[in-house]
């Protein structure tokens, strides 16, 4: 038996039309069990209405079992680390490879350090960690002092003799970032004498041939600053490698470096 079309019309006109109270939609009364974290991965499981706790243990299950994926950033990966307190005084440490200069491992105030001695008054290096050329960043501290109209100049370096360096210039009031012998850029830097710096130098690319250059360096009673202080743009791909720590002692007195770490970016 067929229903009476204006019956049924009859019927729908008689059924109230629920109520909407505080802009709710009256189709989801309850809330919406769907999660709100929906896309196109997961889009069958996340059509399937259930309470959000079992949702996300579903989902939870999903990833592990390697049927969602979730692409976390890269963490950055430390290749090599020294603070010198496992290293000899009055000795170089095994893995250094001394470029010029009398550097030894000494020790003040039951701390342990890499010292370059005050004279002769030259340009040294020492080379340490491994043989990379980008996406690496080098951190040290570094310790030197003035006597009076006298000061050294003192850095880090990555991709080896002539890679580049961050140093600081306190004779010239800068601090500059180098290509072997030529300054890419400087700013303007105030050095205090007698206080620990520290220094971060990074190379990483940042496309098919573009590199990126970037340098900064901070009191160590101070926090890191979040912006580079210098950096230079290079089109050519960079020589590999080994970080190094620079010094010129000009005004007679010891430099000191400590917390050495390279880390892969």
Known sequence: MKSNPDSEMTKREKSPTP???????????????????KTASFHSLASIRLPKFQFYARWLALMIAGLVSVTMPAAESVLYQNNFEKEETGKVPADFMVLD?????KEDAGNKFLELPGAPLDSFAVQFGPTESTNLSVSARIYATAKGRRFPTFGVGLDGVAGYKLQ????????????????????PYDWKSGEWLSFRLQVRQTGASAWKIEGKVWPLANS?????????????????????????PFSGTPIWYDDLLVKKL
């Open 19 to 37: 109520r909407v109270e505080n802009g709710a939609n009256p189709r989801n009364r309850g809330g919406d069990q769907r999660c709100p974290m």
């Open 168 to 187: 600081v210039a306190p004779g010239k009031k800068l601090l500059e970032l180098l290509k072997d012998q030529k300054v890419l850029a400087s700013i």
């Open 224 to 248: 890191e600053p979040s912006a580079w202080l210098v950096s230079a743009d290079e089109a050519e791909e960079p020589l590999s490698g080994r970080p190094s720590l620079l010094g010129s």
């Open 101 to 105: 200069g009398g550097f030894v491992v």
